[in-house]
């Protein structure tokens, strides 16, 4: 019995072994042919040339994802994205134009181009640690090393950014056209001007990060400025081409306490007084002859309620002036910029609900995060990623739009799956006319330019029009339908009445946002994404059976808000 047992046991440990033999020989076997297949992939997304790991190009027109969704993630509700005919069936796929192709997929290549970013960002630093620094001949006159804070900033006029472009040539190119006189490069890609020399000097070797567009350069380092004196500009150049009239104001109650700095000029123009206040680097210029003040709007001298030109006009005359008429100011935004609010930066504790931002493309949703960074403080995020945003100073577009550090995230998806992942959305609505022409700019010419005419009058823009009209109704009833906490801001709203707008978004997110940060975020409000004024074409792009289509969708979204009791659309939408 006993010598049994015992040969069982040993065949038993036999097939021990065995079995791990065989399970490791099935999982290495597995690895080889998983491999095989990502190899094979990866040569046919490359087209088995040398350029086997170039990023296939981001398409130029996307549809909606939702357009591609099966209709059980819909949640049976009733879309009508791009490619898909009225009556809410599916469109046949020989119907849609080949350039509509999924937003799903213009999302992965625009990730996997941020991955080769960051990568190529990573191994950046070792390649300029071993390359010898060059010298670069510059257009201004090299000052020298100086500190840098954020809370207390050395140069306190301008400031851009350019993670991708900045040499110092731009950078003292910016600051000269805008009547400074010194230039400061920090951490490679930012640009600081000002009209004083800084007076905290350190080493060179502090200043050991090059421009990200000009290898060689110094661009200043960590909390380190690498200033140029500009040169000056040549005779009869304008000078202040950025100042800017905001209107006739009443005096303020404390004049003391509502301006920083006062100068009297027995000749005082708008010219001369704009040109005192860019000196003292301050944002704006009060004109009342032959007194110049300077400072910041505040609650003191908030610029709210404007009065009528004649006064400010019979003020600044040559005649006699009534002594109620001295009473009022001409007010201009100088080219120094409100630097009260430009700080920023990622979430200090993990946020516990996720916002979105969420407006139909050409809405206007770069700008909102623009004057939301302004006012709170803090980074946006983005469902997608943009290089020319975040090259902009944009720094939340790379963060991982699910990671808690942004307050709150810019999205266009409006599938009932895609709604259900936020706890709560600022709902961004425009003008369905100004939307489509927007994003159609934008898909043509880029951000900041101008679709030509040949684009208008092509076979695109009627396509265009049709797919993505129904896009635009859709994406507001799909958010008012599955958002769990909406608040609807209208677009046009927000650029007439901005302080008090501004003030219920901030307060929505719970930011807490001063009234010296809004009125700051108030004065800087254009940002660096504004087209250059309107293109006037000579034709009306919006045919009648266009404007028919979109009528509709104005009345069927503006029915939908009144229903849910949000404020309808503005009047100057509504089809007459």
Known sequence: MAKAFYRLQRFLRRTQLLLLFLGVAYIMAGSVLLLQRASLAVSQRGGGG?????????????????????????GGHSHRGPGARRGGGAADEGSSPRWLVSRNLE???????????????????????????????????????????????????????????????????????????????EFGSECYCGNHMPQSRTREEECNLDCRGEKGAACGGVGRLSVYKVEEQPAGHKRYRNARYRGCFRRPANVSAAFLFHAAQANLTSQSCVAV?????????ALRRPDCFCGYASPQFSLHQSDGESRCATANGSGP????????????????????????????????????????????????????ELATGYYTGSFYFDGSLYNKGFKGEKDYWKSGRTICVKTHESGRHEIEMYDAAILLIRNPYRCLMAEFNRKCAGHLGYASEQHWRSKEWPEFVGSYASWWASHVLDWLRFGRRVLVVHYEELQGALFPTLRAITSFLSAGASEERLLCAESNQDGHFKRPGARQRGFDPFTPEMRRLIDGHILEVDRALRERNHTGLPSEYLPR
């Open 50 to 74: 040398a350029g086997g790991g170039a990023v296939p190009p981001v398409p130029s027109l996307p549809v909606p994802p939702q357009a591609l969704e099966p209709p059980a993630l819909r």
């Open 107 to 185: 999302i992965r290549q625009l990730r996997r181009r941020w991955f080769h970013s960051l990568m190529s960002e990573q191994d950046g630093p070792r390649a300029e640690r071993v390359q010898p620094r060059r010298k670069v001949r510059h257009k201004g006159t090299y000052v020298g090393c100086f500190l840098d804070d954020s809370k207390d900033r050395a140069l306190k006029g301008s400031v851009f950014y350019d993670f991708r472009k900045m040499t110092s040539t731009l950078c003292q190119d910016t600051c000269s056209e805008s009547g400074y006189q010194f230039a400061g490069l």
């Open 277 to 285: 206040c860019t000196d003292k680097e301050l944002p704006l210029a």
């Open 321 to 372: 002036t009534p002594p109620s008429d001295r009473e009022f100011y001409q007010v201009y935004q100088t080219p120094v910029q409100d630097s009260r609010c430009m700080d920023r930066k990622f979430l200090p504790e993990k946020s516990s609900q996720l916002v979105a931002l969420s407006s139909f493309p050409g809405a206007g949703n770069t700008w909102v995060r623009h004057l939301v």
